[in-house]
């Protein structure tokens, strides 16, 4: 097969240097005549990797012509990804590495997508993949793979690189490689054999990592890698997979098919402490010169902007670069487990936060006499449900299969559907007042009014500082004295983290849905609940007919 496509021609005169001395690809150097030093007998699955990778030029920067040197943290990264049973089968399906920015994580990337379409782990018409954000980070991956190619002789004479369509095929086995991008056009119908992920933090959405991660069924021995800085964002499928990496090394479930590294600071680290610098970055002194982490850190002492930036890219920590509301510790601190059916009659409070057409609406009640627990109802429409993924990116559908999110029937919120669950929860629970933004309420009184649903204990609750400023402080304060239990709900988590406050001059705080990230919709419901349930303090009308307004 020809090659094609600018620096064919290159790739060609390097392919001649192999001519008429290629006996056997697999096995011999064509150019020496050597073996390959991944065929030696009795090497492990891991040592054939490791030296795949160790056999492979340096094409630029510090060492640029010498052959790599893997560094340990890799190399143990690598031990345990190709480890094997006792019948030389690779354990892992899914692995992870999280480190900071920096730590040569595409050049890695870029060697381990040429051992699995050319080197030991090569299989006949493999299909191997990177992906990243963006096209142009996904073309980084494939330059590296290029330029190794092109310094590799061997290489050179069975590759065909397509650069324009960044492709590379192998004319021996038939195994290709492909860049794909997160925003680029869907791809399906693939049969992936090797899958790695570059900085999946940056990812647009979800849909390309489910279409690969499913793509692997059809193959007996597949692999997905994933290599990137942490995400700010609990939802991030970044988060997930740390998260669950987290759990594996706690020891609270096992799955031998899984395997993370996280190199990452304490939350609690010192911005100008050289011990924290090293634990986010294995490759200090290395890839990344410890002068230039030594001034970053220093800037973001100076500038308290910059601190979350440096957090997150320097040490390797889920922080975002726009300071929350809420302190995540102290929120996970309130996660404790909600037993629904123990609440049924119980007397609650209610914030009601409804949505435009085709957004997030919330009902949450608050139990103050039950140990501040927190029950939670979400609806959007069900027929905007993938495109709220790819808007937020968060995965809607999947909360929607688990029962923490009710889709209403059209593509537009149905009021109609969402006054039918009130009158049901007011029926289950002794709800004492619904406090509402006054923001369509108007259609939702109507809709009660016709529906012949019985009045409902609705309460008009001001948006500014002098309403929900109070709120804000009683929420706190239940927070910070664990006088909460959510039950760690997940999209009222997304909202927790995206929270952010409006501070007036007098210090009066209130929900931003200007200046928060993203939805904060059952927070500002929930901070709501926990107003009504401050403002009703007076046993003589907590323990008589409801809540007397003044």
């Known amino acids: 097969m020809g090659r094609r496509g600018p620096g064919a021609g290159r790739l060609a005169q390097v392919a001649k240097m192999a001519e008429d001395r290629t006996p056997n690809l697999f096995d011999l150097n064509p150019v020496s005549g050597a073996p390959q030093p991944w065929t030696l007998p009795d090497m492990t699955r891991a040592e054939r990797v490791i030296a795949f990778v160790e056999s492979l030029p340096i094409t630029k920067g510090f060492g640029a012509g010498d052959r790599v040197q893997l ?11 190709y480890a094997t049973d006792d019948e030389g ?35 006949p018409r493999g299909e191997c993949y990177s992906a990243a954000a963006t096209r142009d980070q996904s073309a980084l991956i ?18 065909n690189v397509q650069r324009f369509h960044k492709q590379i095929e192998d004319t021996i086995t038939g195994s290709k490689y492909r860049a794909l991008a997160s925003d680029g056009a869907a791809v399906h119908g693939l049969a992936s054999s090797f899958v790695i992920c570059d900085e999946l933090a940056q990812w647009k959405g979800r849909e390309l990592f489910d279409v690969l991660r499913t793509s692997m069924a059809k193959r007996r021995e597949p692999l997905m890698l994933t290599i990137g800085t942490q995400s700010p964002h609990a939802e991030n499928i970044m988060s997930e997979l740390v998260d669950y990496a987290g759990r594996i090394g706690a020891g609270e479930i096992e799955d031998p098919s899984f395997h993370g590294a996280i190199y990452a600071a304490d939350e609690d680290a010192a911005l100008d402490d050289p011990e924290a610098w090293a634990a986010a970055n294995p490759a200090l002194g290395v890839f990344v010169n410890e002068q230039t982490i030594r001034e970053e850190a220093q800037k973001a002492l100076r500038m308290p902007t910059f601190e979350p930036a440096f957090r997150n890219l320097h040490l390797n920590q889920r922080v975002d670069a726009e300071p929350k509301a809420i302190n995540p510790a102290e929120w996970n601190a309130c996660g404790e487990q909600v037993d629904i059916a123990a609440l049924r009659g119980r007397p609650c409070y209610a914030g009601l936060d409804l949505s435009s057409v085709r957004d997030l609406s919330a009902l949450v009640l608050f139990f103050p ?63 004492k007042a619904i406090a509402y933004d006054r923001w369509g309420m108007a259609e939702l009184r109507a809709i009660l ?51 952010i406050f409006d501070t007036d001059p007098a210090g009066g705080r209130k929900p931003s849905k200007s200046r928060s990230i993203d939805r904060i919709d059952g927070m500002a419901a929930l901070i709501m609940a926990c107003g009504l349930a401050a403002k009703d303090e007076g046993p003589e009308v907590y323990r008589g007919a409801g809540i007397e307004w003044v």
């Not at 006499?369 to 990116?393: I, T």
């Not at 016709?450 to 002098?466: S, T, V």
């Not at 929420?475 to 910070?480: C, D, G, P, Q």
């Open 449 to 499: 009014d016709r529906e012949g649903i019985p009045e409902l204990p609705l309460k008009d609750w001001g948006q500014g500082f002098a309403s929900m400023g109070p709120a804000v402080n009683a929420f706190e304060t239940a927070l910070i004295e664990g006088k909460l239990r959510h039950a760690m709900h997940p999209v009222l988590r997304w909202n927790a983290s995206n929270l």
């Open 89 to 123: 089968n690779r354990r892992v399906r899914t692995g992870l590495l999280s480190v900071a920015r920096g730590q040569g994580k595409t050049v890695l990337a870029a060697m381990l997508c040429l051992c699995h379409l050319i080197g030991p782990e090569c299989e």
């Open 142 to 159: 494939f330059a590296e793979m290029e330029a190794i190619i092109g310094e590799s002789p061997w290489m050179a004479a069975r590759l």
């Open 71 to 81: 560094l340990p943290f890799q190399r143990d990264w690598l031990e345990a990804v």
């Open 369 to 431: 006499e039950d140990g501040g627990a927190v029950l939670p109802y979400f609806w959007c429409p069900k027929a905007g449900l993938a495109l709220k993924e790819e808007q937020d990116r968060v995965p809607y559908r999947t909360w929607a299969g688990q029962g923490f999110i009710e889709p209403t029937p059209g593509a537009a919120i149905d009021k109609a559907f969402i006054a039918q669950r009130l009158a049901m929860v007011c029926q289950d629970f002794d709800v």
